[in-house]
């Protein structure tokens, strides 16, 4: 976009500052639409004020106060994070009540994808062999076991997608029995049964750990063969632990290779919505594109979580009154109080949230980002809450309350079933999972230009009006169908994959 074009976006009639469009920013001495002379050289996604603030003024945006300016800003001022006095966090009392549920949106019908039944109904995404871990101590011992398997074992099965080892940082330390200790245990066990890994659960436990396999899993889970224990007397050299592993994994791979992809409704789909390395275009382009696909994947009635309680928490009364009933705008004023006191424990607050990266994207501070981050959630009734480790029930639009670290809460997220993952992104990030196709979207086009073989789909026309949140979204619902069915995402080709990152907000004796 040329200079003598200046791009405003305003999200809301009240705000008085708006983000600048142009790539590479705009000049000191541009004339703004309106006739506001620019008094600083703006970046790209930073803001500009629409008119003279004085002190104590408060700032919108999203028809919200993101802050108070802390001294005169004149018009046509740069307004950063060092202008801004943050607002407290909303009270949890007084909050309106399932107030305004939206009525449920006309289906969407005759939409499918291929998947993986399986026996409990659950469909998988992918055909994939895991391996989960009761202790950290295994872990190299599963490295080089999962390297084998997919360079020795997996050729021989070309209907499996692929070998995943659940490494985790569980370790001995942990206080087993302390409260909340529940949290990674849970999370462990609900990861294992998720649908991507077709009812397969293997797993290699050391011997001597506190988190013993009849402890972590269902009872029956793994009565088929199913369990390496290193200490085992029948290990004798490192070379039979592995040996022991492969044979196992094959009796797995056996049983997989004969699972095929079959047509099924996109109810079926559970997929997971978060943003990481967010900038101020992230609330204006990739997540409102993802909002309106999640209206449109619910509709088709499949189920969709959004999180990051920290970047929903200045949100929590638009919440609360989204919810489809007294019950689970209660649930949500819960998991904001629980999370509010897990942070002052520590001594922290919401505050700490707010990255570098993010400020140099444009956002001021978490209430800023709270307002770009909801959106991914749309517009339907929030039908449940989902606590840190626990399953999804309900279908529809759910809440998974989750840190917002990317990878702790991707890792909530399978726990609860996820099958398929959307993730946004301004300041770009290679982030992916291993057990659940993860698709990139990009909040402009200058990041989708820059990492073109990393980001699966590019939001920035909306920015400069040539595609619009509908056109995007639409894009969007039609591409995780395709994924679903077996398209690959840049991060599957690339196999670019993070590591699972335990919430455990127990101690560490």
């Not at 619009?468 to 690959?488: D, K, P, Y």
Request: glycine share 10%.
């Amino acid at each position: 976009m040329s200079v003598s074009a200046p791009v405003l976006i305003r999200m809301h009639e009240r705000d008085n500052v708006a983000v600048v469009g142009n790539l590479g920013g705009l000049p000191a001495g541009t004339v703004l639409p309106g006739g506001v002379v620019l008094r600083d050289k703006l970046p790209q996604a930073h803001k500009v004020a629409l008119v003279d603030l004085a002190a104590g003024a408060e700032v919108l945006r999203y028809g919200v106060a993101i802050g108070r300016a802390n001294r005169d800003i004149a018009a046509g001022s740069w307004v950063h994070e060092r202008l801004l006095d943050m607002p407290a966090a909303r009270p949890l009392t007084g909050l309106p009540m399932a107030s305004a549920a939206a009525p449920a949106a006309a289906p969407l019908e005759g939409h499918s994808f291929e998947g993986f039944v399986n026996a409990d109904g659950s469909v998988g995404t992918r055909n994939l062999l895991a391996i989960t871990t009761t202790v950290q101590c295994v872990a190299g011992v599963l490295d080089i076991a999962v390297e084998r398997i997919r360079r020795e074992l997996l050729p021989r099965y070309p209907h499996v997608d692929g070998v995943v080892g659940l490494e985790h940082s569980y370790g001995c330390g942990v206080a087993i029995d302390a409260p909340d200790a529940l949290i990674p245990i849970r999370t462990l066990r609900h990861i294992s049964q998720n649908p991507n890994f077709g009812g397969e659960v293997m797993v290699l436990s050391l011997g001597c750990e506190k988190l013993q396999p009849e402890r972590l899993l269902p009872p029956g889970s793994i009565a088929i063969g199913g369990h390496v224990r290193l200490q085992d007397e029948q290990h004798v050299g490192f070379g039979s632990m592995i040996d022991a592993v492969m044979a196992t994994a094959e009796q797995h791979l056996q049983r997989l290779e004969q699972r095929r992809r079959q047509t099924v409704p996109a109810s079926a789909l559970v997929v997971g919505v978060q943003c990481g390395g967010s900038d101020a275009f992230s609330g204006v382009t990739a997540n409102p594109a993802v909002g309106f696909c999640t209206d449109l994947l619910v509709r088709a009635g499949a189920s969709v979580m959004f999180s990051e309680t920290t970047e929903v928490r200045d949100a929590i009364d638009q919440l609360t009154a989204r919810a489809a009933s007294p019950a689970v705008a209660q649930r949500l004023v819960d998991e904001m109080a629980w999370y509010d006191a897990y942070l002052a424990r520590g001594g922290a607050d919401r505050s700490a949230n707010t990255t570098p990266g993010n400020k140099a994207g444009g956002l001021s501070n978490i209430v800023e980002k709270a307002m770009g981050s909801i959106v991914k959630s749309g517009s339907a009734p929030i039908v449940g809450v989902i606590a840190p480790g626990d399953r999804l029930v309900a279908r529809g639009l759910n809440y998974a309350a989750t840190p917002a670290s990317d990878f702790i809460c991707g890792t909530l997220q399978l726990a609860a079933g996820m099958n398929l993952h959307v993730f946004t992104t301004g300041r770009g990030t290679p982030y992916g999972l291993a057990a659940c196709p993860v698709l990139k979207v990009a909040t402009h086009s200058e990041l989708a230009r820059r990492w073109h073989d990393l980001m699966d789909i590019d939001a920035g026309p909306i920015a400069d009006g040539t595609a619009t949140i509908e056109e995007v979204g639409w894009a969007m619902f039609h591409r995780l169908l395709a994924v679903a069915s077996g398209q690959r995402t840049w991060a599957e080709q690339h196999r670019l994959h993070n590591a699972l990152v335990l919430f455990n907000p127990a101690p560490v004796t």
